[in-house]
């Protein structure tokens, strides 16, 4: 496994049989935690988040971020409030969904393809290689994205992760 601990804050309101966050548990690849106060602070993946995630937030930027934390609910369900972990937080750039439920959905990541792409951009694809080789469709994650996720990787900040982000909004 690579250098960051997955923890999962894990609601349960969405069809077990699809969640991508307890397949992970299953294969010892994430923790599950069933209430805030029992998940550690890290890296928070959060949608509504002021910052993007970029390479300057990863493992040796001073500050102990090795843990990458996902709220794992319904897209339904998701707002700002239940996103109250403790950490630093940080929104992922465009990316393309590629799970069943999803597929081709820009920012409507499941659990693991937010957890593979933020491992890209933080320099760890062996990682993100790993958990989304448990999922069938996982690979065409890394596969439609192949071009972002490198291109965010080689950035240093958010400032230019915002950049290339564009690049892709204004194909759209």
């Not at 548990?25 to 970029?54: C, K, M, Q, Y």
């Not at 239940?82 to 992922?92: P, V």
């Not at 439609?144 to 759209?172: G, K, M």
Request: charged share 30%; with cysteine.
């Amino acid at each position: 496994m690579g250098a960051y601990g997955l923890h999962v804050r894990y609601e349960g309101d969405d069809d077990p049989d699809k969640c991508s966050a307890r397949k992970l548990a299953r294969f010892d690849l994430a923790e599950l935690h069933r209430a805030t106060r029992s998940t550690p602070p890290g890296i928070v993946l959060n949608p509504f988040a002021d910052r993007v995630l970029s390479p300057e937030d990863g493992v040796g930027s001073g500050v102990r971020h090795d843990r990458l934390v996902a709220l794992d609910c319904s897209w339904e369900t998701a707002e700002r409030e239940a996103f109250d972990l403790e950490g630093i937080h940080r929104a992922l750039p465009f990316l393309v969904a590629a799970n069943p439920v999803n597929y081709g959905t820009p920012f409507e990541l499941n659990t693991v393809e937010a957890f593979a792409g933020a491992l890209c951009i933080l320099g760890q694809r062996d990682h993100a290689e790993e958990l989304v080789s448990k999922f069938t469709w996982g690979h065409t994650f890394l596969e439609l994205n192949d071009e972002p996720l490198r291109r965010y990787a080689e950035c240093t900040n958010s400032a230019e992760i915002l950049d290339v982000q564009d690049d892709y909004l204004d194909r759209e």
